[in-house]
């Protein structure tokens, strides 16, 4: 870290980043409570409160998320800066291997990122797992993995590539023909199709009211293109990423039953072994997914 940047910047990326100041100590090889105080210097030398804490939850303010990613882009960029003036000087190439979210996001938003990457890098050689079972990447000598939702091994460096909003639809026929929906609880008088996900938590965009719903779906299938097709068809109630619904939604031919309940989001992340001696071609594809997010995430703000 350079010694331009603020003091106390690398813990603070650390904590946001893993979650936790748990498992940030651990990635940092330093107690809890030292990069607790780091994080309070920092807060009191910027003269704004960056973090909310609590014994449960941990949560950026509104300052210190707009501190958080213009730090981060910043960083990548030093990053990136010194990843150039290495491959100036070494050629890229060898294999990575990957283990990914498969579905839309894999076949038509990853996928084609990896692709340009091997385009650009011709002495790359990639191999590319959609596996749904959660791989463990020391065992399984995966050199990165990309998932999504939360993350909890601390053996791992996790860096997020975006988030999605996740939207609860239905299809109008399906609406028209069932009793209103007022609340989640009301969940439990419809028919619900479900993937991977087993309980649906809400937050009420007023009141701040949360309920948490466990899903019984009379169709289950973690594909999410046959959830969506299924929800189309108007055979119930699903829970979809903004990726699968969100022009369904704009040309009314899915609907939210629930607009004034929010489901969260789904952050999508890429961990790679903290342990292991990462290469320069791992590096690269690294940054290169970060950078390529980072610009999609702009373009759409």
């Known amino acids: 870290m350079s010694a331009n940047f603020p ?11 893993s979650q936790s100041f748990s498992k940030a100590a651990e ?4 107690s ?10 920092l807060e009191k030398d910027m003269g704004v409160q960056l973090l909310y804490r609590s014994t449960r939850s941990l949560s950026l303010s509104p300052a210190g998320e707009t501190f958080y ?7 990548d960029q030093l990053e990136h800066a010194v990843l150039s003036a290495q491959n100036a000087h070494a050629s890229i190439g060898g294999q990575i291997r990957i283990n990914a979210v498969g579905g839309l996001f894999g076949e038509e938003i990853l996928a084609p990122l990896l692709l340009r990457f091997m385009r650009d890098n011709p002495k790359i050689e990639i191999e590319l797992s959609f596996s749904s079972t959660r791989e463990d990447l020391i065992e399984s000598q995966y050199d990165l993995v990309v998932r999504m939702g939360s993350l909890t091994n601390s053996n791992l460096i996790g ?10 639809v239905a299809s109008p026929a399906y609406v028209e023909t069932m009793p209103k929906l007022n609340s989640p609880k009301d969940l439990l008088d419809h028919t619900l ?16 009211e949360k309920y948490e719903l466990p899903v019984q779906g009379k169709l289950k299938c973690s594909n999410g293109h046959v959830v969506k097709q299924a929800t189309l068809e108007g055979l119930g109630i699903s829970r979809q990423p903004a990726y699968y619904v969100e022009q369904d939604i704009q040309s009314g031919r899915l609907i939210q039953p629930l607009p004034d309940w929010q489901l969260p989001h789904s952050d999508v992340s890429l961990l ?14 690294v ?7 980072s610009i999609d995430a702009n373009k759409n703000a």
């Open 159 to 168: 860096r997020r590539l975006t988030r999605y909003a996740n939207y609860l």
């Open 7 to 17: 003091q106390g910047l690398r813990e603070f990326l650390t904590v946001v980043e």
């Open 287 to 293: 940054h290169y997914l970060v950078e390529a997010f």
């Open 69 to 75: 990613q213009l730090s981060r882009q910043g960083v």
């Open 32 to 41: 809890r409570a030292r990069v607790s105080q780091i994080i309070s210097r």
């Open 27 to 30: 990635q940092l090889n330093i």
């Open 272 to 285: 790679y072994p903290k342990s292991r001696n990462i290469s320069l071609r791992v590096k690269a594809l």
């Open 193 to 208: 199709i479900n993937g991977s996900v087993k309980r649906w938590s809400f937050t009420h965009l007023n009141s701040k």
